[in-house]
């Protein structure tokens, strides 16, 4: 029988995806999840021609305020 395909975010499968060359490694994703599921690793920003490392993202919520991403 085989296993179901789970798509999961890149970087949480230890690739230097994330917008400052880093990644941010799951231990449970990465060590136990491949026993219960085919992992797909994803990038959206990578798929979208994002290079890495890239500036971060801002968010401008109404009245001006600033969120880093």
């Given at each position: ?7 999961v975010?890149?970087c ?7 917008y ?9 994703i ?16 990578m798929?979208a ?21």
């Amino acid at each position: 029988m085989s296993l179901p395909r789970v798509g999961v975010s890149a970087c949480l499968l230890g690739r230097p995806v994330r917008y400052d060359g880093d990644s941010r490694p799951h231990a449970w994703i990465r060590d136990v999840l491949p026993g219960y599921a085919e992992l797909s690793p994803i990038c959206p920003e990578m798929e979208a021609g994002l290079g890495v490392p890239k500036p971060p993202m801002q968010m401008v919520l109404p009245g001006g305020k600033v969120r880093a991403l």
